[in-house]
């Protein structure tokens, strides 16, 4: 028996069930199970086999992905390589130790790279004769770090039938999020719905067309989403559950997308590269406060600060010291409040702006700012200064032409009786230019 069997047996109660929606063409169940054995003999055929270290490079599609499994179902150890992470392929496929590039989309391709794989935890991988995942941290602190997962581990969770759902999937697989949404949807013989491209009116058309019930998706997007009054050219009626999470959500964007999809439920999620996705339950569609953890996790908070420890945890970086504290647990970074079992996600320590010793969480001035008329975007972010330590300095992206000075005035003023003074941001910067990533992320200080 393969490691993966239980998803290819659920795969063959269905056959003639929908897979995968890409584009303009479709597969079901039985079509994607002989791609994987296609997949597999290739393999074979060019020598990859368990504990092979091989990138999969590709977006989300019928051959990525059954090139992804086959892998898995040979103990390989998968190195996901999307366009979003192009710029740092070399530096990845070198960190990573991969020694065959798979390209499974137009001309497929497998190529030996001529790279042994020596660090210790593929030796560990090896001899647990287990597949893995290297997946490779956003570097908002400076510095990629390539996490190694045993991925029998975080496959664990998906033997448990859940609801089936037609899923479109937003994050790609070289993200734990995207790795999560595919597998949460097969395993429970849901189908997967990849968009031509991320714009909102992409995301929308597809989701007409193919009767989405779950979006996947980040707060940036969605805030994204409601200003292309998108709902309004296409009915996005299907809609069942909205998922939310890698970046805090301002409280606004919330209430405003509460509004917009009555009858979808909102459901923010909570993961990390190193550590997986944790169950997770709102206290409500239009509340910021969520319960996480469930079977495999356990969660602590000390001094204000989230700690995980969880079953499904990576053996360690490929390339820094191992980040848990004697007891197994992971410091997440992020400062949270707690009622009781529910805890309110407040954003990254290293987010956090201090002004005159008083601290101040971006998402909270972010929320203010994208209320305002004509701001389709908002960035808050600290900038050293030399008697408070920190001001606030916010980066807006205007739906029109307006004076930066008549803007300043009338953002302290609207910001007068919504925000603490400082809280103000204290200076503005204008951009034309996306104020998030290729992940639909915030980037801070740009």
């Given at each position: 028996m393969t490691h993966i069997q239980f998803l290819t047996d659920r795969m063959r109660e269905q056959p003639d069930a929908l897979a995968i929606a890409e584009r303009a063409s479709t597969v079901t169940y039985g079509q994607l199970l002989s791609r994987i054995d296609s997949w597999r003999a290739t393999f074979q055929r060019c020598g990859v086999g368990a504990g092979n270290v091989s990138s999969i490079e590709g977006e989300y599609g019928v051959e990525t992905i059954a090139a992804f499994l086959a892998l898995i179902d040979r103990c390989g150890i998968a190195v996901p390589l999307s366009r979003d992470s192009a710029v740092h392929a070399d530096a990845f496929l070198e960190l990573g130790e991969v020694e065959r590039r798979v390209r499974p989309g137009g001309n497929p391709e497998v190529a030996d790279t001529g790279r042994p794989a020596t660090h210790e935890f593929h030796?560990?991988?090896?001899?647990?004769?287990?597949?893995?995942?290297?997946l490779f941290s956003s570097g908002s602190t400076g510095k990629h770090k390539a996490a190694v997962h045993d991925l029998v581990l975080l496959l664990k969770k998906f033997h448990v039938r859940r609801h089936s759902?037609?899923?479109?999937?937003?994050?790609?697989?070289?993200?734990?999020?995207?790795?999560n949404t595919l597998f949460y949807t097969l395993s429970n013989g849901g189908s997967v719905v990849v968009a031509p491209d991320r714009s909102p009116e992409s995301v929308a058309a597809t989701i007409e067309a193919?009767?989405?019930e779950l979006l996947p998706t980040s707060p940036t997007f969605l805030n994204l989403l409601l200003l292309s009054d998108v709902q309004e050219r296409h009915d996005l009626s299907?809609?069942?559950?909205?998922?939310?999470?890698?970046?805090?959500?301002?409280?606004?964007?919330?209430?405003r997308v509460a509004?917009?999809?009555?009858?979808?439920?909102?459901?923010?999620?909570?993961?990390?590269?190193?550590?997986?996705?944790?169950?997770?339950?709102?206290?409500?569609?239009?509340?910021l406060w969520v319960r996480v953890g469930g079977e495999g996790y356990q969660t602590k908070v000390l001094d204000g600060r989230l700690w995980v420890k969880a079953e499904s945890a990576m053996l360690g970086y490929l390339n820094a010291p191992s980040p848990f504290d004697a007891d197994g647990y992971f410091d997440t970074g992020d400062r949270v409040e707690v009622d009781g079992e529910w805890v309110k996600i407040l954003g990254r320590e290293t987010d956090i702006i201090n002004v005159g010793g008083s601290k101040v969480y971006p998402a909270e001035v972010e929320s203010v700012l994208l209320q305002m008329d004509q701001v389709v975007d908002a960035c808050v972010s600290g900038e050293a200064h030399p008697l408070t330590g920190q001001i606030v300095v916010a980066s807006i992206r205007l739906s029109g032409e307006e004076e930066p000075n008549a803007f300043k005035i009338r953002m302290r003023n609207y910001c007068r009786d919504r925000l603490a003074p400082y809280k103000i941001p204290a200076k503005v910067r204008f951009s034309t230019g996306p104020l998030h990533s290729l992940r639909f992320k915030r980037v801070r200080n740009l």
């Open positions: 030796q560990e991988l090896r001899r647990r004769n287990v597949p893995g995942l290297v759902y037609r899923t479109l999937v937003f994050l790609q697989l070289d993200h734990i999020g995207g790795v193919y009767q989405v299907s809609l069942k559950l909205i998922t939310y999470g890698t970046e805090a959500m301002p409280e606004s964007t919330l209430d509004r917009a999809f009555p009858n979808a439920r909102l459901q923010q999620t909570y993961g990390l590269t190193e550590l997986g996705i944790l169950r997770s339950q709102s206290r409500g569609s239009n509340s």
